[in-house]
């Protein structure tokens, strides 16, 4: 057995070193409000129906461009690109922004996982929690740090990926690939996290701003939670999911 590169003895169930949690990725479909306000149903491209929860800015952004003159009337039955975060059990988006399907010639030269050109795959950053038989439960955590009550605040999602992760461990942080298969998250790949150094400084500034300020909203940048970043680290493995198992 090779023996762990300092990296990754570093990071080996780092919960109290840098660490920036995410869960994004990007989904092509047509969304259907609903009877209650901002809930509805995305109707992805093969043909699922995704229980969906429009972000109240994004809500807002859409009802101001339906208004504007050179928007088609059905604009909002086309199909989209939508940036969402996932849950799980079952799967349900909350979506965050919307753009059009077609490429732009940017976008189709970004390489990034989660670029609007990586449809239907996402990057997700966090704890290890539980790992079962043919999947694995996540934990992500919110970014920002701000003491509450005296008390660590931290709000968490729980995430069930399938697929098989055979040297993780309870308590690692991993980041891993993971893609929609009909409505189960699979996941393609994972490795042991290791921030880059514009991580660990926006780490510091998140600190920073849990200290110095009484409310903290989500600081973390969009651009920061949608980049991959490649480090060459050993420890990835690739996973064995496959969305016809149960």
């Excluded at 208004?67 to 979506?95: A, C, G, I, M, S």
């Amino acid at each position: 057995m090779e023996l762990m590169t300092e990296l990754e003895q570093r990071f080996k169930k780092s919960t109290q070193l840098p660490v920036i949690y995410t869960a994004v990725g990007w989904v092509a479909g047509i969304f259907h409000p609903g009877k209650k306000k901002f809930q509805g149903v995305l109707v992805t491209e093969d043909g699922q129906r995704i229980d969906a929860k429009l972000d109240w800015y994004l809500a807002h952004q859409i009802k101001k461009r339906q208004k504007l003159e050179e928007t088609p009337d059905d604009w909002l039955q086309q199909v989209h690109r939508w940036k969402v975060y996932p849950r799980t059990d079952p799967l349900r988006f909350d979506l965050m922004q919307v753009g059009q399907i077609e490429d732009t010639l940017e976008n189709k030269k970004r390489s990034s996982l989660n670029s609007p050109a990586s449809l239907d795959k996402f990057r997700v950053v966090g704890e290890i929690k539980e790992i079962l038989e043919k999947s694995v439960i996540v934990r992500v955590r919110r970014n920002s740090q701000l003491p509450l009550n005296g008390r660590q605040h931290n709000q968490s999602t729980f995430l069930k990926l399938k697929g098989i992760l055979p040297t993780a461990e309870r308590g690692e942080i991993w980041e891993l690939q993971v893609r929609r298969n009909s409505k189960v998250l699979a996941i393609a790949k994972g490795k042991i996290y290791v921030p880059s150094a514009e991580e660990e400084e926006l780490f510091k500034k998140i600190l920073s701003q849990s200290v110095n300020q009484s409310v903290v909203a989500n600081p973390l940048p969009d651009e920061v939670a949608t980049t991959v970043v490649e480090i060459n680290v050993d420890k990835t493995v690739t996973a064995h999911a496959s969305a016809s198992e149960s």
